[in-house]
């Protein structure tokens, strides 16, 4: 599973958002550090950045960039298995060929569509059980006792450390035919006939909110926990009722926690491969199985390119929003 | 009225039982005597003792702590000098980019990651015959790859918070900047160091989908073992396997948790004896 923060890491990505915007608006400059800034400049300051530089570039950014040849190359039978895009006639002229095959048959075969529609849905609507189940807990954590709050935040993150393949593979025995679920309701007599609940986009859901909601409850909690509950007070004073003040309130205060939340889940889900594999049945469609699957079990290198070219596409505008999002809380904790 | 007053405490003491009762229900069928995972038939430890003379976990194992140390330690250098860089360096050129690069690893879907850095590493085999192969080195650089983004938003999170007169006090006592950093700001941000070693650990340990990707034969990392075993139904070897690594963790988190409580009480008392003397 590619993500599991922590509450530092929310807090580190509005930060890194915040010193963004302090930089232009120019609010920041202490002399010393420009002094120091001076020092480092030379050798030592550019071997530092360097280095994590570099290796960044070798082992994120090229390889997007080989991903995107690929997407472009021809399957072929051989070592590596994809055509070269570029060859040398006579060592003198430079032939590049460039095939759009790939994404052409991505756009015609209905498969891919709706491997995508279905991703998106699938964690469109994980995200919001994810919202509805986290809020009051992140709510409820926000308003215990301070002493309390440290030790309920770790019995959410406590999950997390555990392995992520081991908490998916739990539900197989809960949610299976001769599994726990329906050993307790056919023996309290409630069905007669085991209730198929594996392999169907339901066990998909489940897994995939159970296994996100620490991402969902930690930002929310961050945000909620800052809100001034003098606010609330004012609200009661004016003869607001709790629930109207919750809704007028103390929700609209916490969309950008609400924003920041459901990204973190929304945009792994989208790619998610081991819940679907493990959980879902064999029609269950998602964008990160056909990845998956056209890689592993086809050997089209070049088509898995193309998919892995699309998939990154469509998730450019949440990646954006979140951002942008990040970057105006901190512009409003500043 | 009360109705309300309900509502939160019962949703969060639901929300934890949701949280908690597959972990749960793990523990309680590890120590089933039958092989059908959720048919209890009496107390039993046996599939420990399996689980102890099954070569092919045993050796994966081998592998992915081996990998995940490895990881730990080269993501913990290269995350804060990362970190380091995004926090205290403002003004270079490439800055946004390098922020970028930093925060994507994040929420990149792993198939995407594990796909580019397999055709990475072929690429790079055929232009200069390095790494020849896949195994253990290029799931180690693939997971360092992502692991050093947790450990650079971490160190730089800690960096932000910390209080940067102290820098300023060494740099007017005429001190150099890497002594700086080696004497003062390291020993402050130790506890973002571990946190982060311990993150890129488990990480690592947890990672199916890119070491699937970048693996070749003979280098089967544990969750590789675990997902093929697992996709055969359940079994209850991995019910034992799963206990163990709840109860390091469960214990892990336990000491952390007591040692961040007496650091806390610890700097309260020195903070309080610091107002007194100047009080004094």
């Given at each position: 599973m590619s993500t599991r923060g922590a509450p530092a890491l929310t807090r580190g990505v509005s930060r890194i958002a915040n010193t963004a915007v302090k930089r232009i608006s120019g609010l920041r400059g202490s002399v010393v550090w420009a002094g120091l800034r001076r020092r480092f400049k030379g050798l030592g300051r550019t071997s530092v950045i360097g280095i994590p530089y570099i290796w960044l570039l070798a082992f994120f950014l090229i390889p997007f960039v080989i991903v995107l040849k690929i997407s472009l190359a021809e399957t072929q039978i051989a070592q590596p298995p994809y055509t070269s895009l570029w060859y040398w006639v006579e060592h003198k002229y430079l032939n590049i060929r460039m095939n759009l095959g790939n994404y052409q048959y991505l756009i015609q075969d209905s498969l891919y569509w709706s491997a995508y529609l279905n991703s998106v849905k699938i964690a469109a609507v994980s995200t919001l059980f994810c919202l509805l189940v986290g809020y009051p807990i992140a709510y409820g954590i926000a308003r215990a006792r301070p002493d309390r709050r440290i030790l309920l935040l770790m019995l959410v993150i406590?999950?997390?450390?555990?392995?992520f393949l081991i908490r998916v593979y739990a539900w197989i025995g809960i949610l299976k035919t001769n599994g726990l679920i329906n050993n307790l309701l056919m023996a309290l007599g409630i069905i007669d006939t085991p209730l198929?609940?594996?392999?169907?986009d339901f066990a998909v859901y489940l897994g995939i909110v159970y296994s996100y909601l620490p991402f969902m409850i930690l930002p929310l909690y961050a945000n909620l926990e800052k809100l001034d509950l003098t606010l609330l007070e004012a609200a009661a004073d004016l003869g607001c009722r709790p629930a109207k003040a919750f809704f007028r309130v103390t929700l609209p205060l916490s969309l950008p926690g609400i924003l920041a939340g459901s990204m973190l889940v929304f945009i792994p889900a989208v790619g998610e491969f081991v819940i679907p594999a493990l959980l879902?049945?064999?029609?269950?469609?998602?964008i990160g199985r056909v990845l998956w699957d056209e890689f592993f079990s086809n050997r089209d290198w070049p088509v898995a390119s193309a998919v892995a070219i699309a998939l990154l596409l469509l998730l450019v505008i949440p990646i954006v929003l979140f951002q942008y999002n990040q970057a105006r809380a901190a512009e409003a904790n500043s | 009225m009360n109705r309300r007053r309900l509502f939160v405490p019962v949703a969060m003491s639901l929300g934890f039982v949701f949280l908690y009762a597959p972990i749960v229900s793990l523990i309680i069928f590890s120590?089933?005597?039958?092989?059908?995972?959720?048919?209890?038939a009496g107390f039993s430890t046996q599939w420990y003792g399996e689980l102890l003379r099954n070569d092919q976990i045993l050796q994966a194992a081998w592998i992915s702590l081996r990998i995940a140390t490895l990881n730990a330690t080269a993501a913990v250098v290269l995350g804060t000098i990362a970190g380091f860089v995004i926090a205290?360096?403002?003004?270079?050129?490439?800055r946004t980019l390098f922020t970028g690069m930093v925060m994507a690893p994040l929420v990149m879907p792993e198939v995407i990651t594990g796909l580019s850095l397999l055709l990475l590493f072929v690429a790079m085999e055929a232009a200069f015959?390095?790494?020849?192969?896949?195994g253990f080195m290029t799931i180690t650089i693939a997971h360092i790859t992502f692991s050093m983004a947790y450990v650079a938003v971490i160190v730089q999170s800690r960096l932000t918070d910390m209080d940067e007169s102290i820098e300023e006090a060494a740099l007017d006592l005429g001190a150099r900047p890497a002594k700086i950093f080696f004497q003062i700001t390291l020993p402050i941000i130790a506890p973002a160091l571990v946190a982060g070693w311990l993150l890129a650990f488990t990480l690592s340990l947890d990672d199916l989908v890119i070491a699937s990707f970048v693996s070749g034969p003979g280098s089967s990392t544990l969750p590789m073992v675990i997902f093929s075993k697992v996709r055969l139904g359940v079994s209850p070897e991995i019910n034992a396997l799963a206990t163990i690594l709840v109860a390091v963790v469960a214990i892990g988190t336990i000491i952390a948790g007591l040692l961040l409580a007496r650091q806390h009480r610890n700097r309260e008392r020195d903070m309080q004896m610091a107002k007194a003397d100047i009080a004094a």
């Open positions: 406590l999950p997390f450390w555990t392995s198929v609940m594996m392999q169907t879902g049945g064999p029609d269950t469609l998602m | 120590f089933n005597k039958s092989k059908l995972v959720t048919v209890w205290r360096f403002r003004r270079f050129r490439g015959g390095w790494p020849a192969g896949r």
